[in-house]
């Protein structure tokens, strides 16, 4: 048993689903998140940089003392050095692995579709994921530049024809390319997935990254015995780096519901 926190990091909000996720299936377990909201978006990033922005945000979330991280964030988690990760004292989960696993295990007409920044596709870790794993499958990446900064901005209530016109841009050639599979390969999408489906069908399989990251993590932790022996739910902690009003405001989107206030803390050099 241990109950140290499990640690959380995306570029925003985005993360949040990821942390919901984790509260379904870990209730007992304490989290700590952390929103770098004062250097969203990281999709438009280079490789350099994102490695610098992850490295303070893990430094940030061990200072809390926790047991494991979970990399909520697609682009991290696609462009971070494995020597970077190989370098951390506790365990670390990403999205890309456990997402892969899911969306080749879940097709069946072997044409999957992945949307993500433009970092994250750049990198390639999806393509290069589902092809290992199975050569024969046909994968259509699209880089969504548009789509963070669009959620981050609004509220998701708020959201109309301009989210509505992107993702009829970035969806229409995955939808006729008639995937039976979409990979949702950023954390903040989910929040517009019954746009998604409206755009692209309902019969189609949505990926969501970050549930994938979340039921990884709880493998990870009871193969490990590092479950919490918390009785009581626990008090979590949430950390932006700017605007902790906007997180009050618009938490409730992304974890389904409110869960207080965001403390504001610095990063970096």
Known sequence: MDNRAVGVFDSG??????????????????IVFLGDTLRVPYGTRDAETLREFAEDDIDFLLSKNVKYIVIACGTVSSNLPD????????????????????????????????????????????QKGITAADPSIQVLAQSCPRLVPLIESFGVSELGSEIDEALEEYLGPIRDSGADTLILGCTHYPLVSHRIRRIIGREITLIDSGAQAAKTAKEALEASGSISSRKNMPKHEFYVTSDPDRFTSSSGYFLGEALGRATLTTIGK
């Open 13 to 30: 909000l985005g993360g949040l689903t990821a942390v919901r996720e984790l509260r379904r299936l870990l209730p007992n377990e304490k």
């Open 83 to 126: 020597e970077v990760i190989a370098s951390v004292p506790v365990p670390v989960t990403g999205v890309i692995s456990p997402t892969v696993s899911a969306a080749v295990s879940s097709t069946r007409n072997g044409i999957i579709g992945v949307i993500a920044t433009p970092a994250c596709i750049r990198s390639g870790a999806y």
